[in-house]
C-alpha cells in the first residue's frame, strides 16, 4: 500500500455560532492542510498520483476559502465552520475530485502550529 501527503495553506477568517468564547468573534488563521490519499498500485509511469496533480484538486476545494470568511461561503454560510466540520468538508469534496483507484486516507487540519485536527473515515 502507498500513501502520499501534500500541505498547503490558506488564510482565512471564521467565528463559531453558538459557541461562548472567543472564537464567536471573527477573527483567522493561516490554516495549514495536510491531505493523504492511499492506493495499492501505480500507474504506467510508477506513481500513485502527481504530487503536483493532488496538490492542484486540494486547491480547487481550500482555494475556495483562501483569503475569505468560512461563514460566507458555502457550505459554511449555513453550518458552522468549525476545524471538524471544515477538515470534514475537505476529506469529502477532495476524496470526490481523486482518479480511480486513488482513495483519499485523512485530511489533518492546523488552525494554529499547536491546533490540528485529522478526519478520516
Not at 33 to 56: A, C, N, Q
Request: proline share 2%; with cysteine.
Amino acid at each position: 500500500m502507498y500513501r502520499l501527503h501534500i500541505q498547503t495553506s490558506i488564510s482565512a477568517a471564521h467565528f463559531l455560532k453558538d459557541y461562548n468564547g472567543n472564537c464567536s468573534v471573527l477573527h483567522g488563521h493561516n490554516w495549514k492542510i495536510e491531505v493523504m490519499v492511499k492506493s495499492d498500485r501505480t500507474d504506467t509511469v510508477g506513481m500513485v498520483i502527481d504530487f503536483k496533480d493532488l496538490k492542484d484538486l486540494t486547491w480547487r476545494v481550500a482555494g475556495r476559502f483562501d483569503h475569505r470568511v468560512f461563514n460566507e461561503v458555502a457550505p459554511f454560510d449555513k453550518q458552522n465552520p468549525t476545524a471538524e466540520n471544515i477538515s470534514r468538508h475537505f476529506y469529502t469534496e477532495i476524496g470526490a475530485l481523486l482518479p480511480s483507484g486513488v482513495q483519499m486516507d485523512r485530511i489533518k487540519l492546523w488552525e494554529t502550529e499547536n491546533y490540528a485536527i485529522e478526519y478520516f473515515e
